[in-house]
């Protein structure tokens, strides 16, 4: 049987005393922990679950470099399915029960549901893969590291008429908030230049017949398409485009830089021009080190490379703006953490190199890549 | 646009596309009309057909001469074991309607979850390559796809036409659909008949989602927006009327297809829910032509 002493109980207050400051300091490392609100099931997901993967990677290497002034980092990952109401619902999880005080969160429709919970909140929502010019104006918490539309699409609307000396534009987009805004600043941008747009067709998401669209637009007779949709449909636009014997000259964006679409597509995806908002393994030898870990863990390259290349990035962003709430002994907080985004403004990040926050959009160069071969090459880089 | 080119075009591919649509109404309407149900584990049948396709195509990386039986005959035994384990365990209880609707569409969903579990939900086709060869037929561009979508509906439609008119089984299922407890009178067994229209249903599945997975990506919640248009062709066409309702499937097509010539093409989806409105609403018995010879007599 065991006797408590007051000799004990002085002896146990003394030692809970003297463990005290270890506690505390224990609690001091506790890890932190990073958002993510991604399409992990849905049409999405081939993208949302290789981001989500590449984000991983991303924390493993952080936390293999020494973590954030010795705290590891923790990815806590919610599904979206790439719907605004399953992103409101991810948000409300972050800051409600997970108490964070910043999230990263992709595609359009749903960074703008999950604005004003962000604002609202006093929550940094920070965009790290959508790309509609809508998301500057979405409030004083919601910040891109992602470029926007009017980054890349403004550059190789230009590039078009510019260099490729392309006159007759048509424009085919997915009726959703990835292509409407990024479909009118093509038609805007091109139009300005001297161009002319002979036909502006939005079809529906569900869509998987395109015959009509695609005849009106033959009738139109353009010298080059720009198609703006997901890596679901936009194989299936080109592919019936190019048996109704339109051999026109196909741009579209970051989301057609896909080795599926080659797949899908074989000698129909020749001279396809596409964007990338990232260096490749060309410009920044990092990349082959992302590339070499995806291999060695999935045996294969990832979907959409350069989104993956933000994802990965955006660890070692967190790692730099925690760094500096601890230089200034600052708590993290919304606003604390915005003020480190937008104080610091400069950031060396290791798969995308240099990034300046300019208010509530970030300018990067565009690459861009063709298909030759069966294979995307570089074919330009637009400063 | 009004160029008879594009017009002959349109046609065409209306024709050509609609056919897989009029494949999965066809098992569907005569699902109704000999069951008496409306069969939404249809959905999950199509989920299983396609992911068998391609389970054996990508994963076994065997020929289509193997995928095809595979498919039809674990969708046959999965559509055979919701007639005998499902379906008869209800009728056996007496159960209403609207047990069947909910049973048949929380098993689709069941089945589709199941899919997705364990194949993910990345668009997937059966080929690698989406791409059909062309060729032009009077300045009209004609895929292989094309040609094996309409040439496999068509003898679709002919050989269950024989089958119902000609053979003895098919007069059966006639005979069930028109009153199962006066067929059972004359010693034709209800049971046999809803068991063999399961798997007849199970066949024009399995062709349906071949060419669906042929022609575009499929996710496994794409039979549950498919089965909307069987579901619309069955009541435009009438309750009961199989081959009414593979009229109206194409008819649905082409109408997708023209409207392009009026609308804008973001809104041809929706102009399936509007006439599946409409449908409900004026049509509840389905659109019916006058006879063939009453046009002759009104001349």
Same mark, same amino acid.
């Given at each position: ?99 964070? #005080? ?30 509609? #010019? ?87 007779? #353009? ?43 074989? #000698? ?116 | ?81 919701? &007639? ?8 056996? *209880? ?29 668009? &997937? ?55 199962? *407890? ?12 809803? *068991? ?28 549950? &927006? ?72 009104? *001349?």
């Amino acid at each position: 049987m065991l006797y408590t002493t007051r000799r004990t109980i002085l002896g146990a207050a003394t030692m809970a005393g003297l463990s005290l400051p270890s506690i505390i300091r224990a609690q001091d490392k506790e890890s932190i922990k990073i958002g993510s609100a991604l399409p992990l099931t849905g049409s999405q997901a081939g993208y949302g679950k290789d981001f989500d993967t590449s984000m991983r990677m991303g924390a493993a290497d952080v936390n293999a470099a020494g973590g954030v002034n010795g705290r590891k980092v923790e990815i806590v990952a919610l599904d979206t399915q790439a719907e605004p109401q399953l992103g409101i619902n991810a948000a409300n999880r972050f800051i409600g029960v997970e108490k964070m #005080p910043m999230f990263y969160v992709s595609w359009s429709a749903v960074v703008k549901a999950v604005a004003p919970i962000a604002n609202r909140e006093k929550v940094l929502a920070i965009n790290n893969g959508a790309n509609s #010019p809508e998301i500057a104006t979405l409030g004083d918490y919601v910040y891109t590291t992602f470029p926007l539309a009017d980054v890349d699409i403004t550059k190789l609307a230009r590039y078009v008429y510019t260099t490729l000396g392309k006159r007759r534009a048509a424009v085919l987009y997915i009726n959703n908030d990835t292509g409407i805004d990024a479909a009118k600043l093509y038609r805007d941008t091109f139009t300005q230049a001297g161009g002319t747009i002979v036909t502006f067709e939005a079809y529906d998401p569900k869509a998987t017949e395109f015959t009509g669209m695609l005849l009106k637009t033959r009738a139109a007779n #353009p010298d080059t398409v720009h198609i703006h949709g997901l890596t679901a449909d936009t194989p299936q636009v080109i592919a019936q485009m190019r048996q109704l014997g339109m051999q026109q000259r196909v741009t579209s964006y970051s989301a057609a830089y896909n080795p599926k679409i080659l797949e899908q597509l074989g #000698p129909a995806a020749e001279g396809l021009i596409v964007t990338s908002l990232a260096p490749g393994v060309n410009d920044n030898k990092n990349v082959q080190k992302l590339l070499d870990e995806w291999k060695a863990a999935q045996n294969r390259v990832p979907n959409g490379l350069p989104y993956d290349q933000y994802q990965y990035d955006m660890v070692w962003l967190t790692k730099a703006l925690y760094e500096y709430l601890d230089k200034k002994s600052l708590p993290a907080t919304g606003d604390t953490l915005k003020e480190a985004l937008l104080t610091q403004k400069e950031f060396d990040l290791p798969m995308t190199g240099k990034m300046i926050i300019d208010g509530h959009r970030v300018n990067k160069p565009v690459y861009l890549l063709t298909v030759e071969k069966g294979a995307f090459v570089p074919l330009a880089t637009l400063t | 646009m009004l160029d008879p080119v594009i017009l002959a075009q349109i046609l065409w591919t209306g024709i050509a596309t609609s056919a897989p649509y009029v494949l999965m109404t066809v098992g569907f309407a005569l699902t109704l009309k000999v069951t008496g149900l409306w069969n939404f584990a249809h959905a999950g049948l199509m989920a299983i057909a396609f992911y068998t396709m391609y389970f054996v195509l990508d994963f076994c990386d065997l020929p289509v001469v193997a995928a095809l039986p595979a498919a039809l005959i674990v969708t046959g035994a999965a559509s055979l074991a919701i &007639e005998i384990f499902g379906l008869q365990v209800l009728r056996d *209880r007496g159960s209403g309607n609207l047990t069947f609707f909910i049973f048949t569409l929380i098993l689709s969903e069941l089945i589709i979850y199941v899919i997705t579990l364990l194949f993910g939900t990345e668009p &997937e086709t059966l080929f690698k390559s989406i791409l059909s060869p062309v060729t032009i037929v009077a300045n009209i561009a004609v895929s292989d796809w094309d040609e094996l979508a309409v040439a496999v509906a068509a003898s679709g439609l002919v050989l269950l036409y024989a089958f119902l008119t000609w053979s003895r089984e098919g007069q059966f299922l006639n005979a069930v659909a028109d009153n199962a *407890r006066l067929a059972e009178l004359y010693g034709i067994s209800a049971k046999r008949a809803w *068991r063999v229209v399961s798997i007849i249903s199970a066949v024009f599945i399995v062709a349906s989602m071949y060419l669906i997975g042929t022609h575009g990506g499929v996710v496994p919640n794409s039979p549950l &927006e498919l089965i909307i248009t069987a579901v619309i062709g069955t009541l435009l066409g009438g309750i009961g009327r199989v081959f009414a309702a593979a009229g109206a499937a194409v008819f649905l097509g082409l109408l997708q297809s023209f409207s392009i010539l009026v609308i804008d093409s973001r809104w041809q989806n929706l102009l399936l829910y509007g006439v599946l409105f409409i449908t409900i609403l004026m049509f509840p018995r389905g659109v019916r032509l006058p006879p063939v010879r009453l046009l002759w007599a009104a *001349r």
